[in-house]
């Protein structure tokens, strides 16, 4: 999952995130940002099931691909963090 977006368009290759539109992430970091994310997601908690968490995520990258996302959206990477309050 690409952590400044939210949507599942990139690839892992070993150390490295490669997002579709040519950037080229740290995978940890990336993951990192993701797990991050997930702490303000209103729609995916501890308890989702896989599946449904993959059909959130499919919904979003659609809408993403649309640029139907809007503002609001949980996956606002714009709030994330690396560094302890």
């Known amino acids: ?14 150390d490295l995130f490669h997002c579709e539109d040519g950037a080229v992430l740290q ?3 990336n993951a990192a ?3 991050l994310a997930r702490l303000h ?7 989702t099931p896989w599946q449904k968490v993959k ?3 499919l919904k979003r990258t659609e809408r993403h ?5 809007n ?6 990477s ?4 690396t560094e302890s309050e």
């Not at 691909?65 to 996302?69: A, E, F, Q």
């Not at 714009?78 to 963090?81: F, I, K, N, P």
């Open 41 to 47: 997601d209103r729609e995916i908690d501890r308890w």
């Open 33 to 35: 940002r993701n797990v």
């Open 55 to 57: 059909s959130i995520l």
């Open 27 to 29: 995978a940890d970091e």
């Open 65 to 69: 691909r649309l640029g139907l996302l």
């Open 78 to 81: 714009q709030e994330l963090s």
């Open 71 to 76: 503002q609001d959206s949980s996956c606002n």
């Open 1 to 14: 999952m690409d952590s400044r977006d939210g949507t599942l368009r990139g690839k892992r290759r070993g």
